[in-house]
């Protein structure tokens, strides 16, 4: 059981390209979702997905996009880097989506856009 | 708004003393709250969770947490600290009565447990 596999593990982007972060989950989990963390400012919420052709935007999502075709798979999609996008970017999912169920998180993409 | 807040950036703690880090939560209506675990170049690990019940919960590798709704907070305690509980610690809240399904986290506190 690999639980949550994020893809790739690091990342350097030079500013104006694009890229796919990766995410797969083998639970079967409804509701998948993508964080940024940042020093001193915890996680925060970028996208999220209950469930399979379902997405809407968490606290910070400018500047990507995120579709869900399959119950498995949610990647993130950063359209033109910006040095702001410097990060670590987690991806989670959990059972259910009433919020009551413990987030499985994957093993985070560190990100540097130069 | 809702909003979790963890007072301290950091806290020492030598071997074998109790620890407590603290969490207090904002929110109209009864939160779900979570503590997560981050050790370094790692994802975060759950460690315990209240739902409803018992305001005492118990979780992974020793830790137990109190909600307290009167304070609004949520500690993380531990009697008897070990150099390895060294890492980041999170708490984290949802709010489904008010649809927020997603975790809202706190800015998380460095546990340094000296030998």
């Known amino acids: 059981n690999a639980g949550v596999t994020q893809t790739p593990k690091f990342q350097v982007l030079k500013t104006g390209q694009s890229m796919t972060l990766q995410c797969a989950q083998d639970?079967?989990?409804?509701?998948m979702s993508w964080y940024r963390q940042d020093p001193g400012m915890g996680l925060r919420l970028i996208h999220y997905s209950v469930g399979a052709g379902i997405t809407d935007q968490g606290e910070v999502p400018n500047g990507y996009n995120v579709s869900r075709s399959t119950t498995e798979d949610f990647p993130l999609r950063l359209l033109s880097a910006a040095p702001s996008q410097t990060s670590v970017y987690f991806c989670?999912?959990?059972?259910?989506?009433?919020?009551?169920?413990?987030?499985?998180f994957g093993q985070g993409t560190r990100l540097t856009v130069v | 708004a809702q909003s979790v807040a963890q007072p301290e950036d950091q806290v020492n703690v030598a071997e074998g003393n109790p620890l407590t880090v603290k969490c207090t939560y904002s929110v109209s209506g009864n939160p779900y709250l979570f503590w997560y675990v981050q050790y370094p170049n790692r994802g975060l690990q759950f460690l315990l969770k209240?739902?409803?019940?018992?305001?005492l919960v118990k979780g992974s590798y020793g830790f137990e947490a109190e909600f307290n709704k009167s304070q609004t907070s949520f500690h993380l305690k531990k009697p008897s600290a070990l150099v390895s509980d060294s890492a980041l610690y999170f708490c984290?809240?949802?709010?489904?009565?008010?649809?927020?399904?997603?975790?809202?986290f706190g800015s998380g506190t460095r546990l340094q447990v000296q030998p």
């Open positions: 639970m079967n989990h409804e509701y």
């Open positions: 984290a809240s949802t709010f489904f009565n008010t649809g927020r399904r997603a975790l809202t």
């Open positions: 209240y739902i409803t019940g018992d305001n």
């Open positions: 989670a999912s959990s059972y259910g989506d009433r919020g009551n169920t413990e987030a499985f």
